[in-house]
């Protein structure tokens, strides 16, 4: 009976982590949303002329 009671404490001791991890796992999910958006960006930039983007960027701001 004592090792099942060992078991299930280290069980409840894991399954508290769950939380943490799936926060984790929402903040790595949210960099790398953000990551490729600036990548966009600066590809979307890199091909436009220079003229276009200043003048885009003049009407953004």
């Known amino acids: 009976m004592e090792l099942i009671d060992q ?3 280290g ?3 894991e399954m508290s ?3 943490t991890i799936e926060l984790s796992l929402t903040e790595i ?3 790398l ?4 958006l600036q990548l966009n ?3 979307f930039w890199g091909r436009n002329p220079k003229c276009f983007r200043q003048e885009s960027r003049k009407g953004w701001n």
């Open 7 to 9: 078991e299930n404490a």
């Open 11 to 13: 069980m409840k001791k």
């Open 17 to 19: 982590k769950i939380p």
């Open 29 to 31: 999910t949210k960099n």
């Open 33 to 36: 949303e953000l990551m490729q």
């Open 41 to 43: 960006r600066a590809e």
